[in-house]
Nanobody, 118 residues
């Protein structure tokens, strides 16, 4: 099995920064895509940023130029640096990893709350 542990959420004023981290552990053979999703109250979960095993990166338009995703393959870690935060970034952020343990599967973290005050 694969476990994901997230850290770094919290409360910040508009214009501030936060850094989210997610560590994958367990019986991991290989990790492909790593990413971050978010879900605001009353809204569907959406992809925020994704980085493939080859390093290709995708961002949702609303965070381009403000957020940066990175990964450390040696540590099975994915990070999300969030700058110039806006109140509309308020959501629960979830780490997502596509990994091979006994088969390819998608794994989710427990979620970390990010609240941006105006």
């Amino acid at each position: 099995q694969v476990q994901l542990v997230e850290s770094g959420g919290g409360l910040v004023q508009a214009g501030g920064s936060l850094r989210l981290s997610c560590v994958a552990s367990g019986s991991i053979f290989i990790i492909n895509d790593m990413g971050w999703y978010r879900q605001a109250p009353g809204k569907q979960r959406e992809l925020v940023a994704r980085i493939t095993g080859g390093g290709a990166i995708t961002y949702v338009d609303s965070v381009k130029g403000r957020f940066t995703i990175s990964r450390d393959n040696a540590k099975n870690t994915v990070n999300l640096q969030m700058n110039s935060l806006k109140p509309e970034d308020t959501a629960v952020y979830y780490c997502n990893v596509r990994a091979y343990a006994t088969a390819w599967d998608n794994y989710w973290g427990q979620g970390t709350q990010v609240t941006v005050s105006s």
